[in-house]
């Protein structure tokens, strides 16, 4: 990082006694690494406030601070929306029979924990938009750490539009599913999803545009909507089950919910539980980086956003396991009569059979409301990576895009061109359900394979330079649970890639193991042609005299030491 003043002054060092020049002030942001490379001095659990910790990491504060830990939390439960995402892969985990959703939910969400817990220490050091590819250059080898910065900013920027494409997709279906069950003659086609689609996200981007105490009371909303939703599914469907005049059956017992076990596949049962039954969990408990993204607005972000990713996480990993067993116990015992729904939804079947039509549309409308939502919250934190990469001039036209407004305090132009940006991948979706099955799956994959790197590199190379913040398990702990997460990240990544059908033809193929590391090269291949001119890695937007303000005296004494030779990167 670096920054430029012509301004000169002095500093007078507390501890060393040495008269330091403020034009000077430059070097003074960093300290030398283990390795011998310069690295950001960044100590967030003795930083006094959130300006001072950023400042620390070398920039300065563009956006306003409106959001508080509970909006920050809601940030990630409104996109991981349990209903409305269990509702758009449920087909895919009910393909393993019950046990693959029941207890591929439960396992999938416990191993999630781990990596939210990982990424919860990695933000609670690292509070700023950008942490995953900022961390990436602090941790990594001197000789590579821009290459690798740059990949990881523009797979995890990738990822989250592709996130938004799958979320706004999803709504496009539950929107057009709705007119089925009004208009069951309604001939639905993909320009038609696609169209939806587009107006969704148009929707959107007009609403995130909107100043940030707008938008984070958004979260509030979210959160109110998504848990009425989940009571009322919890009180109604067993209500409607056990009063239906329709269903020739009563609830489902326990050798149903958690022993059956199917396989709608050509592969095995086991490697099938695997592919259908964690993907409910892991791609429902997903996007918990959003709160990352969005901690230079969160007040008390060495906090707030550990605690939005960690405990998300964790309450949507219970209740959504809750919500697996009551569909389990209320869903009709043929599954394949559920999977092979007019509906087009399973979950849109369970309901119209437990509560028939109106109820169902009520039930639709709500899930409608709340995954418009979670996409507006997608596109929110989408946007925050997207200015945070453009202000690191990580993209072409970054001047353009790294502009905040002035009257809103929100970077209106990352918004749109972020949104453009999903848009463009979304058009995918019209080649067919091929090409929308692989660009979901990026969304997930992408994720897991940027997040996959700051957090190995913590644990290896950069291990003597990880400075923890306030949220840190302790030295034995913290290294386990991170393994943990890193080869459970490994196996989705993989697993990603997989079809969905051993049997593999042009239509059942998953093109994920072309698409995803497709970008990942193209990417590459884009900085060592052109980008690296202008990409020198995280970039310091600070002046002298900001930094001198906002760091205060005693982070330059102990820069100063470090330089002396007084102090350990590694120290606590």
């Known amino acids: 990082m670096s920054a430029s003043s012509s301004t000169k002054g002095t500093i007078k060092n507390r501890k060393s006694h040495v008269d330091v020049e403020v034009g000077q002030l430059r070097e003074l942001g960093t300290i030398t690494s283990a390795h011998g490379a310069p690295i950001r001095f960044v100590d967030a659990r003795s930083a006094t406030s959130d300006q001072q910790v950023l400042a620390e990491l070398g920039y300065k504060e563009e956006l306003k601070r409106e959001f508080s830990s509970i909006q920050i939390f809601g940030v990630a439960f409104s996109i991981m929306g349990l209903l409305p995402s269990i509702a758009s892969t449920l087909d895919g985990g009910l393909s393993a029979g019950p046990v693959g959703l029941g207890w591929g939910w439960f396992v999938a969400g416990g191993l999630i924990l781990t990596i939210g817990i990982a990424l919860g220490e990695l933000s609670s050091a690292m509070p700023t938009a950008g942490a995953v590819y900022v961390s990436c250059y602090q941790w990594a080898p001197q000789r590579v750490r821009k290459c690798i910065s740059y990949s990881v900013g ?73 848990c009425f939703l989940i009571v009322l599914f919890f009180i109604a469907i067993p209500i409607g089950v056990s009063r239906s005049d329709t269903l020739n059956h009563s609830f489902n017992g326990g050798d149903f919910i958690f022993g059956q076990v199917d396989n709608r596949s050509t592969w095995n049962k086991g490697w099938n539980w695997c592919i259908a039954g964690l993907m409910p969990a892991i791609w429902t408990i997903g996007a918990y980086d959003s709160c990352l993204h969005m901690a230079e607005e969160a007040r008390d972000a060495v906090r707030a956003v550990p605690f939005g990713i960690v405990g998300s996480i964790a309450v949507c990993w219970i209740l959504g396991w809750l919500v697996c067993i009551v569909i389990l116990a209320c869903m009709n015992p043929d599954i394949d009569s559920v999977l092979d729904s007019q509906f087009g939804q399973a979950m849109t079947q369970i309901i119209y059979d437990a509560l028939g039509k109106r109820w169902t549309l009520g039930f639709l409308s709500i899930f409608i409301i709340c995954q418009f939502l979670m996409g507006a919250s997608t596109v929110v934190a989408n946007s925050r990576q997207f200015w945070a990469f453009a202000r690191d001039d990580g993209f072409p036209f970054s001047n353009f895009f790294k502009k905040v407004d002035g009257f809103t305090g929100v970077p209106v132009r990352a918004v749109w061109g972020s949104s453009a940006l999903s848009i463009a991948l979304g058009a995918l979706c019209l080649v067919g359900e091929t090409a929308s099955g692989a660009l979901f799956s990026l969304s997930v994959a992408g994720m897991y394979m940027a997040l996959i790197f700051p957090i190995t590199l913590r644990l290896t190379y950069g291990k003597k330079d990880f400075r923890p913040g306030p949220f840190y398990l302790g030295d034995f702990w913290s290294p386990i649970i991170n393994w943990i997460s890193v080869f459970f990240q490994a196996f989705v990544i993989i697993m990603m890639m997989f079809p969905s059908d051993s049997t593999v033809t042009p239509t059942t193929m998953n093109y994920a193991v072309v698409i995803g590391p497709g970008f990942w090269v193209l990417s590459l291949i884009y900085y060592f042609v052109w980008q690296r001119r202008f990409y020198e890695g995280p970039k310091s937007n600070l002046t002298d005299e900001e930094f001198q303000e906002y760091v205060g005296e005693d982070v330059i004494d102990a820069i100063m030491s470090n330089n002396a030779g007084d102090y350990k990167p590694g120290d606590a």
């Open 154 to 226: 523009f797979l995890d920027t990738l990822s989250l539009s592709a996130s938004v494409c799958s979320i706004v997709y999803g709504l496009a279906q539950q929107i057009l599913s709705a007119v089925l069950v009004s208009n069951p003659d309604f001939n639905v086609t993909d320009p038609i999803t696609y169209g939806v689609f587009v107006a969704c996200i148009v929707c959107m981007a007009i609403l995130t545009s909107l100043p940030s105490r707008i938008t984070s009371k958004l979260q509030t909303i979210s959160i109110i909507s998504n």
